[in-house]
């Protein structure tokens, strides 16, 4: 056999080897799908959508482009989270089908994507409420944990690739802070409630006194630092407009927090059954003219210092429109220490741990011990005439004495008298 015969049978044994790696290849390919879309919703800019709906399976929530951004339209217009439209409407527009579950309706209900058994239902409309896009989603399988989802205008249900949808409650469209100043920021707080007021001070980044302090009177635990720090952390549960609907509430109680800035929070508080409302407010105290001199310059600490107050103004101007005509729902443990009365803040200072009666009792055992002090001078008082150089008795003696025998020899007194 020559060369030639030999290459020409190299060349069909090698192109027979590459035939059986593709046939094989070919069996063992999972047959492609083309009615798996990549993406759930195509091609739909996110300009066009002017609402998104979404039935929660008891609860929906309708949000409406209004303004610089979304309102929660079932939330009386309420304006919505930005982050929070965003990261809906990017959860919509990146859902992926993975394969073709099923186009045959009599399985819709079993794989939840039905009005009644799905988890979610979503809807993206336009400006004149015209459905753009939308799908059913169902709750995971028990068994395979796949979340299935079926398009608003189609029969066919797939198996979502990755279950990256968020979960939705109504109030995560809202910002729930309502304020929440730096506690060392707080320099004076007013309560205002039915039964009296009160005010506490912290002059100084110094300790938290009460002002008129009644006699006899102290702090209790330290209950009055949460009343005082009270407006730092303060969110909300639930919010409505301000209507007829809410004009049973009996706002009696208020609650003003100054900081160090000027900026004064303002808190009119009511309660209704187990539930407390506030409405906010806010103003800046410092009212003088900020002026930068243009034929003077201005150090940068003083360009800072005018820059912090235009903008603390700003805020509470903007923190005041904002929340002028709404009311909160607050959590309990909140409202009681925005509200709380002065007694609930005070006790009497004890008797005696302090000073007088901490000596009254060593009092008591010192009585007997008293005649004791008064006792000894007694006994020690006929020992002093001895070393006075001038008693009484011994100027006596010489004239009672005229017998020298009565007395020793060396006694001084009988010694002759010079002058004499």
Not at 67 to 78: H, I, M, S
Not at 305 to 314: F, G, M, P, T, V
Request: with cysteine.
């Amino acid at each position: 056999m020559n060369n030639k015969k030999l290459t020409t049978l190299g060349i069909v044994a090698a192109a027979m080897l590459v035939w059986a790696i593709f046939q094989a290849q070919w069996a063992n390919r999972k047959p492609s799908q083309p009615d798996v879309p990549q993406f759930l919703i195509q091609g739909l800019p996110q300009e066009k959508i002017s609402a998104i709906e979404l039935s929660l399976e008891k609860e929906k929530v309708r949000l409406v482009r209004g303004g610089k951004g979304f309102l929660v339209e079932t939330k009386d217009g309420y304006p919505a989270k930005t982050s929070e439209i965003n990261a809906i409407l990017a959860a919509c527009l990146d859902l992926k089908p993975a394969e073709l579950k099923t186009d045959n309706k009599a399985n819709h209900s079993d794989l939840g994507v039905t009005d009644e058994t799905a988890r979610y239902k979503v809807l993206l409309q336009d400006a004149e409420a015209k459905i753009l896009a939308g799908f059913w989603l169902s709750k995971a399988n028990e068994q395979t944990n796949e979340v299935y989802v079926r398009p608003i205008d189609s029969d066919k249900v797939f198996r979502v690739a990755e279950n990256n949808w968020p979960y939705v409650n109504p109030m995560d469209f809202i910002d729930k802070e309502l304020t929440n100043p730096g506690r060392e920021d707080i320099v004076k707080v007013t309560v205002t409630t039915p039964e009296g007021g009160y005010v506490l001070n912290k002059p100084d980044g110094g300790n938290i006194a009460l002002e008129n302090m009644p006699e006899g009177k102290q702090f209790k635990g330290s209950e009055y630092k949460t009343v005082f720090e009270a407006i730092a952390g303060l969110s909300l549960d639930d919010v409505q407009k301000e209507s007829d609907k809410t004009a049973d509430l009996k706002f009696d109680t208020t609650y003003v927090a100054q900081l160090k800035d000027t900026t004064q929070y303002t808190l009119a508080i009511a309660k209704k059954d187990d539930k407390y409302y506030v409405k906010c407010d806010a103003a800046f105290l410092d009212t003088s003219d900020v002026t930068i001199d243009r034929t003077a310059k201005d150090s940068e600490e003083e360009l800072k210092k005018k820059e912090a107050k235009l903008l603390a103004r700003d805020k509470a101007a903007a923190f005041s429109t904002q929340h002028k005509g709404w009311i909160y729902t607050i959590p309990t443990y909140k409202a009681q220490s925005l509200t709380k009365k002065l007694a609930d803040l005070l006790e009497d200072i004890k008797k005696e741990e302090s000073k007088s009666d901490a000596a009254a009792p060593a009092a008591v055992p010192a009585a007997p011990a008293a005649p004791k002090p008064a006792d000894k001078p007694a006994e020690v008082q006929p020992a002093a005439p001895a070393p006075d150089p001038t008693p009484t008795a011994p100027v006596e003696t010489p004239e009672q004495t005229p017998v020298p025998t009565d007395k020793p020899a060396n006694d001084a007194t009988s010694a002759p008298d010079p002058e004499k």
